[in-house]
């Protein structure tokens, strides 16, 4: 309780109007005591323009923030508040659409299931849309389906692999990325996904939006640009050769993730990303379902498995092969 013997304000609009309103009475029975006389009407003018300031900026705000599992707020020419630009809205709402999708079926993959269809059927809601600049809010809705493990954590897991990003956006730095990347996401595949997810939102700024904040309720904000963008393009094509192991893996093919320079190779170990940049799209096309053995240097998980491969050569085996 605070000293006025009302609840602390938490942040809320509905606290934001209640503390700003018993500033205003406390102010107008300060006067009335002191002899001044108290027009209701004046009392009002005061206060009307920042409630309705309230009610139409923060109201919408918070139900943004509240009912999201990623929250986006793009800043540029293009994405003013009272005429945003139609190609600027447009982008920011199809690339949300394809890279939330794209990051669920990733996701999926890398536990063993196919995730191309589950990722097809999922129900990205958008959870809202606020002035300031452009402020959207994404839900993701997992679907029923028989493809998925019996997991009742698992719709948990996938809305935490997005909440995630804007913590691990803040380990971009001016020219690479900072160290405790890998400590935060020791996972290589799933840092990877995330990092190439980050990259995808990361503006052109060709579209009218120079900066696009990302923020979560649990891992808090970040903001992505032009910059965010170059460091990551540099990062994801970079491994870090200390961090690495040569060897060969065998495995089946599955399906290209994001761009067709990444693809997951179901090994008899579980599933590892696989970096091939020289990877062209009809090769990648002929790759899938098939059995190959790829070569190069790779990253392992806390448990030793190899995770995350950066391909140097890839050969295809027998028809005959399998995985043991």
């Not at 790779?298 to 085996?317: H, K, Q, S």
Request: hydrophobic share 40%.
């Amino acid at each position: 309780m605070s000293q006025t013997g009302f609840p602390a304000w938490n942040g809320s609009p509905k606290d934001a109007m209640r503390v700003f309103l018993e500033h205003c009475m406390e102010v107008g029975l300060l006067a009335a005591r002191n002899g001044m006389e108290v027009r209701p009407n004046e009392l009002v003018s005061g206060v009307i323009d920042q409630l309705d300031k309230i009610a139409r900026e923060s109201y919408p705000l918070f139900q943004v923030i509240e009912n999201s599992d990623l929250v986006l707020h793009a800043e540029g020419p293009g994405a003013q508040h009272d005429l945003p630009w139609l190609s600027a809205l447009n982008w920011l709402t199809s690339t949300a659409n394809k890279n939330m999708r794209g990051l669920l079926r990733t996701m999926i993959d890398l536990m063993g299931v196919d995730g191309k269809r589950v990722a097809r059927e999922a129900d990205l809601r958008l959870s809202g849309l606020a002035p300031g600049s452009v402020w959207i809010g994404l839900k993701l809705m997992v679907p029923d389906s028989p493809l998925l493990p019996a997991d009742i954590q698992l719709g948990y897991r996938l809305s935490e692999a997005a909440a995630r990003l804007p913590m691990l956006a803040r380990f971009i730095d001016d020219e690479g990325l900072r160290p405790g990347l890998r400590e935060a996401e020791p996972d290589p595949a799933q840092r990877d996904a995330a990092m190439s997810s980050l990259l995808a939102f990361a503006p052109t700024g060709k579209r009218g939006i120079h900066t696009l904040g990302i923020s979560s309720r649990e891992y808090g904000a970040a903001t992505l640009s032009q910059r965010e963008r170059v460091v990551l393009q540099e990062a994801l094509r970079r491994p870090v050769d200390s961090r690495l192991r040569a060897g060969v893996l065998q495995g089946e093919v599955r399906e290209a993730d994001l761009d067709k320079t990444r693809f997951h190779l179901r090994t008899a170990d579980g599933i590892v990303r696989c970096v091939h940049s020289a990877l062209r799209v009809d090769q990648a096309r002929s790759m899938l379902g098939r059995m190959h053995s790829v070569s190069g240097k790779y990253e392992t998980d806390a448990d030793g498995r190899p995770r995350l491969m950066y391909v140097e050569r890839i050969e295809p085996m027998p028809e005959s092969a399998s995985l043991l």
